[in-house]
């Protein structure tokens, strides 16, 4: 019998690789982000997908905040466009500390 987080991360899959390409594409605007690492944080029934970046060249904390709201907003108009609202719920756009 198949768990209901294992149908979510099955029906998630092709969200998931169309989010990561265009947050990689995008991100390549800012060259002060380093390499984006995705990990997966399983819950009960869905999955959280963390997106993390890491910082290069000590950029200040004002900037990248301006930034991560940058992707964010990017991101939300991506997944409304393509129609995977229901996986960006489950992103989150972070940085490596």
Same mark, same amino acid.
């Given at each position: 019998?198949?768990?209901? &987080?294992?149908? /979510?991360? %099955? ?5 998931? $690789?169309?989010?990561?390409? +265009? &947050?990689?594409? /995008?991100? %390549? ?5 380093? $390499?984006?690492?995705?990990? +997966? ?57």
């Amino acid at each position: 019998m198949v768990s209901r &987080l294992e149908r /979510f991360k %099955r029906e998630m899959e092709p969200a998931k $690789e169309a989010y990561y390409n +265009e &947050l990689k594409d /995008f991100a %390549r605007n800012y060259k002060f982000l380093g $390499e984006m690492t995705l990990e +997966e944080m399983p819950d009960i029934d869905t999955q959280d997908y963390i997106f993390c970046f890491e910082k290069l060249n000590g950029t200040s904390e004002d900037v990248l905040d301006k930034t991560l709201t940058e992707l964010y907003d990017h991101m939300d108009e991506f997944s409304k466009a393509m129609g995977i609202d229901r996986f960006s719920r489950n992103a989150v756009i972070s940085y490596k500390w």
